[in-house]
């Protein structure tokens, strides 16, 4: 019964036949972002059993104890923590304005409203289930259980880092110093922020995003990680390769994620045929720019027949060409 109801709030589109490392997802289906609605997250998260589920987990005004790696002033290796707030501020390009303080949302609440934040500064918005998708990649945070503590502790940097937005290689390994890793903390940690200023990115970089190749390793395994030339087939795939350089299990994941949950994400809607048109210019049967002996010709070889809509010298559209034919052609005549 939950199935076919979950079915009912989300009609899956036909599922992918398989993963294609050039097409991972279409620019449509990483820009639609009315595929779900702020419920429609909720029971989706709901249904996942996710830590992320609103009666399970409110963002907090300000997320305590971010841990984050650094170098410390003899070269060790060492853990900080530092207290969040959970402050949103305007883009560089539109000011340093603050937004609000997301404490007290839902994590849904969060996704939902951001996907189309700025969309007219960006031009663009970002679809949620792209979101969701990227936090089970980066972190496993959507089946990390709400009811099952030991997959989800305090400690665990998947708590404050699901989408490990701005948690680059450099501070992944020790490359930061004390001062510089607690800003970018302070700047990206806990899942409200994350979540907005990851979708700022993929906004700010699609639109100048493009199908130029690119370079990437097939593994983020040190052991199997061969470099190989992506042709991008939508500037949506080449984002994700920027976000994450290798294919497995990077992009593999990203894809089986949306494909198993949402319906396969290189989905294009087809553009359906117009049909039949007529001329750019009326009664120019040619179709050659200029009304003049030669349409004239046309239209009288074809005179009291029926034929396709606006050929053969039918310019009203309606199949038969006759005086109403002639009388459009005649205003247009020498023009």
Not at 30 to 37: A, E, G, V
Not at 93 to 102: A, R, V
Not at 106 to 117: A, C, D, G, P
Request: hydrophobic share 35%; with cysteine.
């Amino acid at each position: 019964m939950l199935v076919a109801f979950f079915v009912g709030l989300f009609p899956l589109k036909l599922m992918a036949s398989s993963f294609d490392q050039n097409l991972i997802i279409s620019d449509y289906s990483f820009t639609n972002s009315s595929s779900m609605t702020q419920a429609q997250i909720e029971s989706f998260l709901v249904e996942k059993n996710s830590f992320w589920v609103g009666t399970n987990y409110v963002i907090p005004a300000t997320v305590e104890n971010v841990r984050f790696p650094y170098k410390d002033d003899l070269g060790n290796n060492a853990w900080g923590t530092v207290n969040v707030p959970q402050d949103v501020y305007l883009p560089p390009g539109l000011g340093s304005g603050f937004i609000e303080n997301l404490g007290g949302k839902t994590v849904s609440e969060v996704i939902f409203k951001y996907s189309t934040e700025l969309s007219n500064y960006y031009g663009i918005s970002i679809n949620p289930q792209v979101i969701l998708s990227l936090m089970q990649r980066e972190s496993s945070s959507i089946l990390n259980s709400a009811n099952d503590g030991s997959k989800f502790k305090e400690s665990e940097l998947n708590k404050y880092w699901p989408l490990y937005y701005c948690y680059n290689e450099t501070m992944a390994s020790f490359g930061y110093n004390y001062t510089d890793a607690r800003q970018r903390t302070l700047d990206f940690g806990g899942v409200g922020l994350q979540v907005v200023y990851a979708m700022r990115n993929f906004k700010n970089k699609f639109q100048n995003s493009n199908l130029n190749t690119i370079i990437v390793g097939t593994s983020s395994s040190p052991l199997d990680n061969a470099q190989i030339t992506i042709s991008p087939q939508s500037k949506a795939t080449r984002l994700l390769y920027v976000y994450t350089p290798w294919i497995r299990p990077g992009q593999e994941n990203f894809y089986n994620n949306f494909n198993s949950w949402f319906g396969d994400p290189t989905y294009t809607p087809s553009t359906p045929d117009p049909g039949p048109q007529p001329p750019d210019k009326a009664g120019d049967c040619a179709r050659d720019g200029v009304v003049d002996s030669t349409d004239l010709s046309i239209l009288a070889d074809s005179w009291g027949k029926t034929v396709s809509v606006y050929t053969q010298g039918d310019l009203s559209g309606d199949g038969l060409v006759d005086s109403t034919d002639l009388s459009i052609l005649a205003d247009g005549w020498g023009k």
